[in-house]
């Protein structure tokens, strides 16, 4: 086997060692300032000037005298492109132009709406108006036939209902789903047209 007590050794300094964390952000990271280690690299002024192919060391120098940071905009061209502004405004500006962009965006919600096979026409045109409200909020909308006890015997008085709900919301929804029977439930979705 090996030595007595071995599982309790401590591990070497180099098997101790972690792996580097990844940084998992699905953004490209900004490398600013000494962070850029390709030189030449080509100069934007803060103004939109271009100031040509110059080295790292003359580009920092430049973006310096102004006050200014170095940042790398275009890591992937041949010189890569360096622009010389203030990094901490230029962040400020993306986190506010993602912000926005998120608040314009719809997330799509399942809404559902249950029914009994024996359902009321008011309590059926009540549901079908819940559904049709959600549809035009462009939500997609989960139509839930419930069945109890005797009422297995007789599924198609269910699937009758869910054709009816269908044909009523045709003009705003269209079947995403078609309906089947998962235990007591028979369930179809319709997604916004």
């Known amino acids: 086997m090996g030595q007595p007590g071995s599982a309790f050794l401590t591990p070497s300094p180099e098997e101790n060692q972690l792996p580097p964390l990844e ?19 080509r100069v934007i002024a803060d103004n939109g000037d271009q100031l040509g192919v110059l080295s790292i060391d003359e580009a920092l120098a430049a973006a310096h ?62 549901k079908t108006r819940h559904a049709r409200e959600f549809l035009a909020d462009g939500n997609k909308v989960k139509v839930t036939m419930m069945y109890r006890g005797r009422q297995m015997a007789h599924i198609e008085l269910g699937r009758e209902v869910l054709d009816r709900v269908a044909l009523e919301l045709k003009d705003i929804g269209k079947i995403e789903q078609e309906p089947k029977l998962e235990g007591r439930n028979m369930s179809m979705v319709l997604a916004p047209k």
Do not use: C, W
């Open 65 to 126: 005298e102004r006050g200014l940071d170095l940042v790398e905009v275009a890591p992937l061209a041949r010189p890569p492109v360096v622009k010389i502004m203030d990094y901490g405004k230029f962040k400020f500006e993306q986190a506010k132009a993602a912000r926005a962009a998120k608040k314009k965006q719809h997330v799509i919600h399942l809404k559902e709406v249950k029914y009994r096979p024996g359902i009321d026409d008011h309590d059926f045109d009540f």
């Open 23 to 41: 940084n998992n952000s699905k953004a490209p990271r900004t490398r600013v300032n000494r962070q850029i280690r390709i030189s030449p690299v």
